[in-house]
């Protein structure tokens, strides 16, 4: 069996499209059961595999699955990694990092279970109004460099930081959540195979040398200029054309597409995206530091997030 998929690449992909058929249309049957949740229905489809929507089947608490493509589960190598990456992602516990539960290999697959959100994605939202205001992109900026900052504090560098990657809860509103930590990597690690997608990769990256947090803020500098003016900074009709472009020009001033810009955003992207890293923001603690003013000025303090709740009560007099 290993043989022939090796020697016949399409045959994982077909394998892929048979389970995810299952989950999609058989009955309750054991073909849709993940450990201890059952798979409801199909909640998307991305680069690395198919997510779906399951229930505990003893507690009904959701949760949302992440199925991971054959043609990557059944490379040699992935396993073993993925096994060790598991265990610190399990381990990651912060208000902006999505929570996995749990991590199940069947079918010759892997499947990972994480919290279950209500929300769109970054690049959905983005995609509908064009361009996010600067108060809303300020607000994002701190919830993602706060839990990226935490990340990198463990260890765990990101890799593919993009706007499908970010996710807008519905509840508490613009609340943020990283996802898809499935494709980091320890501190230092060499990123050979350029993992992620390629408009967000840094020249490290993509020259295949070794990746460390100030790689994520490289890829959160390139999603804020694109946030902000509402396309990415280099021309995209020519990928080799704009990987040079990536590793031999500093990315353009962002004022010149928005004059209106605060000084405190556009020194961020331009520091942020600089070619060589030790240029860069070494950490996000630092990055953090510098948009303070930024926060201040819009209302957000520099600690931790802090909910109210209010209780009203309707009485007579007597």
């Known amino acids: 069996f290993e043989d022939i ?35 409801h229905r199909k909640l998307g489809k991305g680069g690395w595999g198919q997510v779906y929507y399951a229930t ?17 589960a059944m490379e040699p190598l992935f396993p073993e990694s993925f096994r060790k990456e598991a265990v610190i992602i399990a381990q990651l516990n912060h208000a902006n990092i999505v929570q996995v539960y749990d991590i199940e290999e069947l079918y010759r697959t892997v499947f990972i279970i994480m919290e279950y959100l209500e929300g769109e994605p970054l690049d959905a939202n983005l995609e509908r109004l064009g361009r996010i205001p600067v108060p809303r992109v300020v607000n994002f900026l701190k919830q993602l460099l706060e839990g990226l900052g935490y990340a990198h504090e463990l260890g765990v ?53 070794p990746v460390d947090g100030r790689t994520d803020l490289y890829a959160l500098g390139i999603m804020t200029y694109e946030l902000l003016i509402g396309h990415r900074p ?12 990536h590793l031999s020009q500093e990315i353009p001033d962002p004022a010149a597409a928005a004059p209106d810009l605060p000084e405190e955003l556009r020194t961020f992207i331009i520091r942020c ?24 000025r819009h209302d957000m303090p520099s600690g931790a997030r802090r909910n109210m709740t209010a209780l009203h009560l309707l009485y007579k007099d007597e």
């Open 157 to 209: 560098v990101h890799r593919d930081i993009k706007p499908a990657n970010i996710f807008i809860q519905s509840s508490p509103r613009d609340h943020l959540k990283i996802l898809d930590f499935g494709l980091a990597c320890s501190l230092g690690a060499e990123d050979m195979a350029l993992a992620g997608t390629v408009h967000y990769a840094a020249p490290e990256q993509i020259d295949g040398l």
């Open 273 to 296: 995206c600089r070619i060589d890293p030790r240029e860069r923001f070494q950490t996000c603690a630092e990055a953090l530091a510098h948009l303070r003013g930024l926060f201040a």
């Open 234 to 245: 280099y021309p995209e009709n020519d990928l080799i054309k704009m990987l040079d472009l």
């Open 56 to 72: 505990h089947k003893t507690l009904g608490m959701p949760a949302a699955i992440k199925m991971m493509k054959h043609d990557m």
């Open 5 to 39: 998929s090796n020697k016949h690449s399409g045959l994982r992909n077909f394998l892929t499209e048979i389970i995810a058929c299952r989950f999609e249309k058989s009955r309750y049957t054991a073909h849709r059961t993940v450990g201890k949740y059952f798979v």
